[in-house]
């Protein structure tokens, strides 16, 4: 009964942004870490960044400082804050647990970063 919906995403220039929204529901995010994940057409998904149920982040080098994850407890909703957008940030976002469960992956929301 586990799901994530996410939504948040869309068509912008390179140097926008966007911020994404993951809605959980079936588990608590305060206490598990999380991820973004994405893939872009051709490619293997990856984490993008993580938080865990302490706050603690990660972020791999790609988005490093331009990216930020957080999450609102009340709401059991993470975030994904996206600035400074590149055309090679293009993708399908998606979130999940880290470890990822296969049987969680929601549809993800899309992501284009284009001129």
């Known amino acids: 009964q586990v799901q994530f919906v996410e939504s948040g995403g869309g068509l912008v220039q390179p140097g926008g942004s966007l911020r994404l929204s993951c809605a959980a529901s079936?588990?608590?995010?305060?206490?598990?870490?999380m991820g973004w994940y994405r893939q872009a057409p051709g490619k293997q998904r990856e984490l993008v960044a993580s938080?865990?149920?302490?706050?603690?982040?990660m972020y791999v080098d790609s988005v490093k400082g331009r990216f930020t994850i957080s999450r609102d407890n009340a709401k059991n909703t993470v975030y994904l804050q996206m600035n400074r957008l590149k055309p090679e940030d293009t993708a399908v976002y998606y979130c999940?647990?880290?470890?990822?469960?296969?049987?969680?992956w929601g549809q993800g929301t899309q992501v284009t970063v284009s001129s």
């Open positions: 999940n647990s880290y470890p990822a469960s296969g049987s969680n």
């Open positions: 079936g588990i608590i995010l305060r206490i598990i870490v």
């Open positions: 938080i865990t149920g302490g706050g603690s982040t």
